[in-house]
Antibody, heavy 121, light 106 residues
Framework: QVQLQQSGPGLVEPSQTLSLTCAIS??????????WNWIRQSPSRGLEWLGW?????????DYAQSVRSRITITPDTAKNQVSLQLESVTPEDTAVYFC????????????WGPGNPVTVS | DIQMTQFPSSLSASVGDRVTITCRTS??????LNWYQQKPGKAPNLLIY???MLQTGVPSRFSGSGSGTDFTLTINSLQPEDSGTYYC?????????FGQGTKVDI
């Protein structure tokens, strides 16, 4: 059974960096069948995919255009976790942030973390 | 980016009713279309993947159909626990995109 445990602050000041971590159990961050995603949800933007990291003999990343200049998603193989850093945050970045596993060729999100509510203020 | 249009945005139905939610994509996603249910304060929960495949543990009253750009989620014999918001999501490519959601009230 895969479990994703999220951690990080619930309050970030404007212009600072939002940092969240997603600890993975029951699977490996280096899995050749999974991609590890960050997704956020707010009333104004709905569910918004932010980006992913995955391993296919080498590491790949891709990010949403809306945050591409500010975001970094990093795998940590030693701790089996994935982290999110979002720089220069504004109140528009206030949202619930989820990590999720994107699985296999069909690419559905089958496991999600519980969510981290983050307020930028 | 692939745009998702989901409708209706909300509906109210009674226990035992059949409910249909529609999702349309701005370009063909083949059968790379997934459906989720979300309860307040919780993460979305996968119901259907690959347009019509029932995720393990999901009741058989949920079904999905469609391919290309037009998809439907059907709930047969609606139950009280089916209240929540339902989202479609395409996994044809990146960026992954979601519909705006359909809130179902019982």
């Amino acid at each position: 059974q895969v479990q994703l445990q999220q951690s990080g602050p619930g309050l970030v000041e404007p212009s600072q960096t939002l940092s969240l971590t997603c600890a993975i159990s029951g699977d490996s961050v280096s899995s050749n069948s999974a991609a590890w995603n960050w997704i956020r949800q707010s009333p104004s933007r709905g569910l918004e995919w932010l980006g992913w990291t995955y391993y296919r003999s080498t590491w790949y990343n891709d990010y949403a255009q809306s945050v591409r200049s500010r975001i970094t998603i990093t795998p940590d193989t030693a701790k089996n976790q994935v982290s999110l850093q979002l720089e220069s945050v504004t109140p528009e970045d206030t949202a619930v942030y989820f990590c999720a596993r994107d699985w296999g060729d069909w690419g559905y999100f089958d496991y999600w973390g519980p969510g981290n509510p983050v307020t930028v203020s | 980016d692939i745009q998702m249009t989901q409708f209706p945005s909300s509906l109210s139905a009674s226990v035992g009713d059949r409910v249909t939610i529609t999702c349309r994509t701005s370009q063909s996603v083949s059968r790379n279309l997934n459906w989720y249910q979300q309860k307040p304060g919780k993460a979305p929960n996968l119901l259907i993947y690959a347009a019509s495949m029932l995720q393990t543990g999901v009741p058989s009253r949920f079904s999905g159909s469609g391919s290309g750009t037009d998809f439907t989620l059907t709930i047969n014999s609606l139950q009280p626990e089916d209240s929540g918001t339902y989202y479609c999501q395409q996994s044809f490519g990146a960026p992954r995109t979601f519909g705006q959601g359909t809130k179902v009230d019982i």
